[in-house]
Nanobody, 123 residues
């Protein structure tokens, strides 16, 4: 498994931006697809974005398309989530996930998960 640590969450006003980071260790990072998920209070965890091991393929939930961008730096063992034009409904705990296969990440069946970072968007 891969050990994952998220950072970069915080409190922001609607319309502003945040960049989340997820640092990985324990396994060759460049061989893992990565993803971001979120869970709002009282709701189930939902898929946000995913990226292939080489960065050539990305997927997004419809709710964040055009506002969020996932990227990775394999030299730093880190995946990022740039979040622009934030809305109050983006408020959630954001989790990083890793798995060997991209479709497994997208399906929410990744074997490695971080502990999450809180994002709160005020109106």
């Amino acid at each position: 498994q891969v050990q994952l640590v998220e950072s970069g969450g915080g409190l922001v006003q609607a319309g502003n931006s945040l960049r989340l980071s997820c640092a990985a260790s324990g396994r060759p990072f460049s061989t893992y697809a990565m993803g971001w998920f979120r869970q709002a209070p009282g709701k189930e965890r939902e898929f946000v974005a995913a990226i292939s091991w080489g960065g050539g393929s990305t997927y997004y939930a419809d709710s964040v398309k055009g506002r969020f961008t996932i990227s990775r730096d394999n030299t730093k063992n880190t995946v990022y989530l740039q979040m622009n034009s934030l809305k109050p409904e983006d408020t959630a705990v954001y989790y990083c996930a890793a798995e060997r296969f991209l479709n497994t990440v997208v399906a929410g069946a990744a074997g490695s998960w971080g502990l999450g970072t809180q994002v709160t968007v005020s109106s």
